[in-house]
């Protein structure tokens, strides 16, 4: 009889230690699993980040394309003084000598230009609790890129009020110069971020390279039919004014000569008569 409850105890103690064995394997797996889990999700939501700040970096490869093109225009020699000192200078000199047509173009181009970009800017920002998700060295590098991106909205504002002036004098140098100035400082900042959300979501060097030659590329076709688009309004614009003044030349000439023709014909009759 002692045998047999020994045996039950035992037995009952052995099931009951199973069954705790076995419900903690199963929390640690659904622990592990869930950890994966989350680990997939921010990756997600880096390489989102990531693609999205690509546009930025690929931007900046563009600019410093267009510096360097404008640079050799110029001949700017750097002495004394920097890059962007010298092409603020130079683009300032070449506003004061601008049309107002040509300031209006360029205000046409680069109001909605200035929108796109005040937007996509708006368009990335995370909340605090997505920024609780984040490590810390992604926090840092985020509030840089933050304040860089209220600095050149700012900026570009004021760049954009002073193109509503038409006033080529009230583009100077210093102005430009600060502009690109904050600029510089969004971009180097826009590189950084980018890099620590490259790593957050574990993408290769290759793929990161792929993603901003296609960004690259991208953003030179727009800028290449912007301009394409641009050139070809002008030359219908010439058009539609030649046709214009032809059109008012022919109605000018017209009642000369209707007059010619009334005068020669009451001088000879016999030119109307049947």
Do not use: W
């Amino acid at each position: 009889m002692v045998i047999d409850s020994t045996i039950s105890i035992v037995a009952l103690v052995s099931g009951l230690i199973g069954a705790l064995l076995s419900a903690y394997l199963g929390y640690v797996v659904r622990i592990k699993v869930k950890d994966r889990e989350e680990t997939k999700r921010q990756q997600k939501l880096a390489h989102v980040h990531f693609i999205q700040l690509t546009d930025f970096v690929a931007s900046d490869f563009l600019m410093k394309e267009i510096i360097s093109r404008i640079s050799a225009e110029s001949k700017l020699k750097n002495e004394g003084f920097d890059l962007s000192h010298g092409i603020a200078a130079y683009l300032a000199t070449k506003f004061v000598e601008l049309e107002p047509d040509a300031i209006a173009q360029i205000r046409a181009v680069l109001k909605p230009t200035v929108a796109v970009v005040i937007d996509s800017m708006d368009k990335f920002l995370l909340a605090p609790a997505q920024l609780a998700e984040l490590s810390s060295e992604t926090v840092y590098f985020y509030n840089r890129y933050g304040t860089a991106s209220l600095r050149l909205k700012a900026g570009l504002r004021l760049f954009e009020a002073i193109l509503e002036q038409e006033n080529p004098n009230a583009i100077d140098a210093s102005s430009l110069h600060s502009l690109f100035q904050s600029y510089r400082v969004f971009a180097d900042a826009s590189g950084l971020l980018r890099a620590a959300f490259r790593s957050a979501s574990a993408v290769s060097e290759n793929y990161s390279l792929k993603c901003l030659q296609r960004s690259y590329q991208a953003l030179q076709k727009d800028v290449r039919e912007m301009f394409e688009h641009l050139s070809k309004l002008e030359k219908a614009k010439q058009i539609v004014n030649q046709t214009a003044e032809a059109n008012i030349a022919v109605e000018m000439d017209a009642p000369q000569a209707a007059g010619t023709l009334g005068s020669s014909t009451s001088n000879n009759p016999s030119a109307v008569a049947p």
